[in-house]
């Protein structure tokens, strides 16, 4: 597995959480990396991603509260959660695009070639 998430824990809603992504055995500097989400029960949901370009795409309901950033010198990307809600609660995966030097703005589930085993965060109220 060539992604590793790592940061998640359980904090108050309000408080804040870094999640970081480190890739192993291969560069991921020419796609977009991203962060999605999922709840038991419920399908994998898009959260942030950033192009190869440094381009970022957030989905609306994180948008003023997470920072999705990366790291090419050490093959990371990271996700800045703040003022977390409980509605934040999930399993959150990182995960590389498959198509290089990608410049749009859709990314779904297909679009990803790489994911990681996730890493839980819990919100509580």
């Known amino acids: 597995v060539p992604l590793t998430e790592s940061g998640g824990g359980s904090v108050q809603a309000g408080g804040s959480l870094t999640l970081s992504c480190v890739a192993s055995g291969r560069t991921f500097t020419n796609v977009a990396m991203a962060w999605f989400r999922q709840v038991p029960g419920k399908e994998r949901e898009f959260v942030a991603s950033i192009r190869w370009s440094g381009a970022k795409t957030y989905v609306d309901a994180v948008k003023g509260r997470f920072t999705v950033s990366r790291d090419n010198t050490r093959n990371t990307v990271s996700l800045q959660m703040n003022s977390l809600k409980p509605e934040d609660t999930a399993v959150y995966y990182c995960?590389?695009?498959?198509?290089?030097?990608?410049?749009?703005?859709?990314?779904?589930?297909?679009?990803?070639?790489?994911w990681g085993q996730g890493t839980q965060v819990t919100v509580s109220s």
């Open positions: 995960a590389a695009d498959r198509r290089p030097y990608y410049s749009g703005t859709s990314f779904t589930i297909k679009d990803f070639e790489f």
